[in-house]
Nanobody, 126 residues
Framework: QLQLVESGGGLVQAGGTLRLSCVASGRTFETYVMGWFRRPPVKVREFVASISASGVGTLYAVSVKGRFTISRDNAKNTVYLQMNSLKPEDTAVYYC???????????????????WGQGTQVTVSS
């Protein structure tokens, strides 16, 4: 099982950009589908984006499609989330997670995961 550490969050004005990173410790990172999730204030955790084990396939939530880009570097055991054109409604704690059961990008269910990292806070001011 991978240990995951998120970083890169911060305070940014609407329209700004941030790049989140998630570093995984453990072997066989390249066999996991990786996903980004977020938990807005007083809301439940939701799916943001996922990327296939190979990095070829990606899938996005409708709310971020066209603004966010997920990518991965299997040599560095790292998955990224490039966030452009940020909106106040993107304010949330962002988390990553990993699924070894599948190899393709899919809409990952946050409820399917028992363990989460500390996340990284993203705050977008209007």
């Amino acid at each position: 099982q991978l240990q995951l550490v998120e970083s890169g969050g911060g305070l940014v004005q609407a329209g700004g950009t941030l790049r989140l990173s998630c570093v995984a410790s453990g072997r066989t990172f390249e066999t996991y589908v990786m996903g980004w999730f977020r938990r807005p204030p007083v809301k439940v955790r939701e799916f943001v984006a996922s990327i296939s084990a190979s990095g070829v396939g990606t899938l996005y939530a409708v709310s971020v499609k066209g603004r966010f880009t997920i990518s991965r570097d299997n040599a560095k055991n790292t998955v990224y989330l490039q966030m452009n054109s940020l909106k106040p409604e993107d304010t949330a704690v962002y988390y990553c997670n990993a699924d070894k059961r599948r190899s393709y990008a899919y809409k990952m269910d946050p409820g399917a995961f028992d363990s989460w990292g500390q996340g990284t806070q993203v705050t977008v001011s209007s």
